[in-house]
């Protein structure tokens, strides 16, 4: 499957953003889809998943101000992003995961090409 990940942009802090990743290939549905980010000078870390068809999960540091949701129907996954922090700033990147709740980099097989956040504050 290949990933195309988007809709990142300048944001001032307190506002949001949703990024959008779209895949290509009919076994879309079939895979688990994550959200990693990897700031400047840090390691890539794990934002949140979404299962094929069933449940989420996110790192601690999201606090309910993300969420992941996704469209089978369109090949897309979606983080929508709320009360962005300068902290936020990073390289967003999607990937897709046969195994559901992964939040290690090992557990992704495919990855976007990233879209760049950045929060002003």
């Known amino acids: 499957v290949q990933l195309q990940a988007s809709g990142g942009g300048l944001v001032q802090a307190g506002g949001s953003l949703r990024l959008s990743c779209a895949a290509s290939?009919?076994?879309?549905?079939?895979?688990?889809m994550g959200w990693f980010r990897q700031a400047p000078g840090k390691e890539r870390e794990f934002v949140g998943g979404?299962?094929?068809?069933?449940?989420?999960w996110y790192a601690d540091f999201v606090k309910g101000r993300f969420a992941i949701s996704r469209d089978n129907a369109k090949n897309t996954v979606y983080l929508q992003m709320n009360s962005l922090k300068s902290e936020d700033t990073a390289v967003y990147y999607c990937?897709?995961?046969?195994?559901?709740?992964?939040?290690?980099?090992?557990?992704?097989?495919?990855w976007g090409q990233g879209t760049q956040v950045t929060v002003s504050s």
């Open positions: 290939g009919r076994t879309f549905s079939s895979y688990a």
């Open positions: 990937a897709a995961s046969t195994a559901w709740g992964s939040s290690r980099l090992s557990g992704y097989d495919y």
């Open positions: 979404i299962g094929s068809t069933r449940g989420t």
